[in-house]
């Protein structure tokens, strides 16, 4: 799912309430690359706690994120880790600021555009495949991991 209707939740007697989505996330691009997750979705714990008209939404998940190394375009894989909360007053998002776009409208959660907003914060600054990775020689492009000998020799 991409969207999820705050409106099918039932609170009941209870003032919290869990759900488990199947959240679809599009591939994305981070720093000039294309990055995914894998089967394009994520399994988002999202908790919504009410107090009268207003309620807190909590999404928490984990995720693998693969593509290209930043340094040597091999296959690249990193865990994140993730957690976000919004907070919503009579099914509309409360931005902090004017300009920002909340994930809630007419109590419709943009699930989906959230989860992948929450994965771009947590990603480390380089994305490689290893930390000592070695990256490609800048004159031919040879990987440096394959061949760390390799080197030109000064004209
Ligand atoms: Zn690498
Ligand atoms: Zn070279």
């Given at each position: 799912?991409r969207r999820f ?128 990775c070695r990256g ?20």
């Amino acid at each position: 799912m991409r969207r999820f209707d705050l409106r099918s939740l039932r609170f009941a007697e209870a003032s919290e309430v869990w759900r488990r989505l199947p959240v679809e996330v599009d591939p994305f691009v981070y720093g000039g690359l294309d990055y995914e997750v894998p089967e394009g979705s994520v399994d988002l714990l999202l908790s919504a706690a009410r107090v009268g008209d207003n309620v807190t939404l909590r999404a928490e998940f984990e995720t693998a994120v693969i593509g290209p190394c930043q340094r040597c375009l091999g296959d690249a894989d990193v865990i994140v880790s993730v957690r976000g909360v919004e907070y919503v007053r009579h099914g509309e998002s409360e931005g902090e600021a004017e300009d920002e776009e909340g994930y809630v409208a007419s109590s419709i959660v943009d699930v989906g555009r959230w989860a992948r907003d929450l994965i771009a914060e947590e990603l480390p600054p380089k994305l490689l495949c290893r930390d000592d990775c070695r990256g490609l020689c800048a004159e031919c492009g040879a990987d440096l991991n394959a061949d760390p000998e390799h080197r030109h020799d000064e004209a």
